[in-house]
């Protein structure tokens, strides 16, 4: 089974650019949450989705949204970027059914000059 | 306000020994993640726990619900173990809404 797959693994973009993000699940989870990871904040829960819907979001700014298709995956958006957006973003996938494993993939190092 | 606190921050051991990382937690949960993270990024689950104990080779895992308390111990550690641990809790009715401890930076030494 493939594990959960996050492209691209590195971005680089300037202040005041947009950025997307993407990531596919593992086959048949329909759970997809995001997470930002600083040296400063550590790991950090951005938002969730479960069948096409947000069920969970942190305590971010309106600048990052999400969505999540048909076929579970997600992608996440930045706008108007900032330094301070510099971060490892990573994906986990689950079968959302209450307290269930999650899997990881392995990143998108974002960085913002 | 749901805190999740770690200790120690950082862990020096040599290869052999028996480690223990603390996390405890402010709110009432569903269940508690332990988490392992390499140099490079990536992020292996090791444990998902509620209530009790649970054990996968080395690696065991305990939970004290009443004390809001978790603990991951490492037995007879090897340098492929040193990474950073990270403990991350579920509030109740959270669904995957985790709050993460600030991690562990093991170092196992040969």
């Known amino acids: 089974k493939a594990g959960v797959t996050q492209t691209p693994r590195y971005l680089i973009k300037t202040r005041g650019q947009q950025v997307t993000l993407s990531c596919s699940p593992i086959?048949?989870?329909?759970?997809v949450s995001w997470y930002q990871q600083t040296p400063g904040q550590g790991l950090q829960f951005l938002f969730e989705?479960?069948?096409?819907?947000?069920?969970n979001k942190g305590n971010f700014p309106g600048r990052f949204s999400g969505r999540q298709f048909s076929n579970s995956r997600s992608e996440m958006n930045v706008s108007t970027l900032e330094l301070g957006d510099s971060a490892l973003y990573l994906c986990?996938?689950?079968?959302?059914?209450?307290?269930?494993?999650?899997?990881f993939g392995n990143g998108t190092r974002l960085t913002v000059t | 306000k749901n805190e999740v606190e770690q200790s120690p921050q950082n862990l020096t051991a040599q290869e052999g020994e028996f480690i223990t990382i603390n996390c405890s937690y402010s709110?009432?949960?569903?269940?508690l993640h332990w988490l392992q993270q390499h140099p490079g990024g990536g992020i292996v689950s090791l444990f998902m726990?509620?209530?009790g104990k649970k054990k996968h080779g080395r690696l065991i895992a305990t939970i004290n619900i009443q004390e809001k308390h978790s603990s991951l111990h490492i037995t007879a550690s090897h340098p492929r173990d040193s990474a950073v641990y990270i403990c991350?809790?579920?509030?109740?009715?959270?669904?995957?809404?985790?709050?993460f401890g600030k991690g562990t930076k093991l170092t196992v030494n040969p």
């Open positions: 986990a996938s689950s079968d959302g059914q209450g307290s269930s494993p999650l899997h």
């Open positions: 086959s048949g989870h329909r759970s």
């Open positions: 989705y479960f069948s096409e819907t947000q069920r």
């Open positions: 709110v009432g949960i569903s269940a």
């Open positions: 726990l509620s209530s």
């Open positions: 991350a809790d579920i509030p109740q009715g959270g669904s995957e809404k985790l709050v």
